[in-house]
């Protein structure tokens, strides 16, 4: 009866040491999937191309496996575009895990040894959202005041908003411009801080012209 008993004893122990182990390679992978993507989202705002962010992201994955074999993971890198998603930076682990102890329990219980030593696969994503279009709004006082001379310049005051408001859209499109992954990276709007705007008479029909006030904000103060 001991020996027996031992057999189920020995198939539990088995299955609770697997499972364990199991387990903790299924965190680790996890853990290394999510480290890989927002890594890779950093390194894709930088310029990086296809290529370069794949071999990226497969070296940073492996990278943080912890003591998991990389010959039993398989990684798959969906790069963001207007096809696949727009801005979605989405990945997928694939892992491949042999239980150690199970094996022989199961060939004890009558399992062929194919049947005993199939590994248990599992797939884990991961995604990181990246918008497509950054929009840009700069509101811009244009009024009477701004003609006045700036504090310690020799230049007006709107004169050196022009100045700035062009480098911070140069610095930005510049850096939009690295990302090859998205089209229209950055996109930049204008808002007067005035009580009317001169759009010039070519564009007094524009269909953007809101000419009979319909739009439900029309005649809203703003603060």
């Not at 364990?20 to 990086?48: I, P, W």
């Not at 290529?51 to 990389?70: C, G, V």
């Not at 005051?157 to 100045?163: A, S, V």
């Not at 808002?191 to 809203?220: C, K």
Request: net charge neutral.
């Amino acid at each position: 009866m001991t020996v027996v008993a031992m057999v189920p004893l020995m198939g539990a122990l088995a299955m609770a040491v697997d499972f364990t182990e199991m387990s903790r390679e299924k965190q680790a992978v996890s853990n290394a999937l999510d480290a890989a993507n927002f890594a890779t989202a950093r390194r894709l705002t930088e310029g990086a191309t296809d290529d370069q962010l794949r071999a990226y992201a497969l070296d940073f994955f492996n990278a943080n496996l912890n003591k998991i074999n990389p010959a039993n993971t398989t990684l798959t890198v969906t790069l963001p575009s207007n096809t696949t998603g727009g801005g979605l930076l989405k990945m997928t682990a694939r892992l491949d895990y042999k239980p150690y102890f199970y094996p022989v329990f199961g060939q004890l219980v009558g399992k062929s040894e194919t049947d005993a030593n199939q590994r248990i696969s599992f797939n884990i994503t991961s995604e990181v959202r990246l918008k497509n279009t950054l929009e840009v709004a700069l509101v811009l006082d244009n009024s009477g005041s701004m003609t006045k001379t700036g504090t310690g310049s020799g230049q007006t005051r709107i004169d050196l908003l022009k100045t700035a408001a062009k480098q911070l859209v140069d610095t930005l499109a510049q850096q939009a411009a690295m990302i090859k992954q998205v089209d229209r990276p950055v996109q930049f709007g204008l808002v007067p801080f005035a009580a009317s705007v001169n759009v010039g008479p070519g564009n007094g029909n524009a269909p953007w012209m809101d000419t009979e006030g319909l739009s439900p904000v029309s005649n809203e103060n703003f603060d």
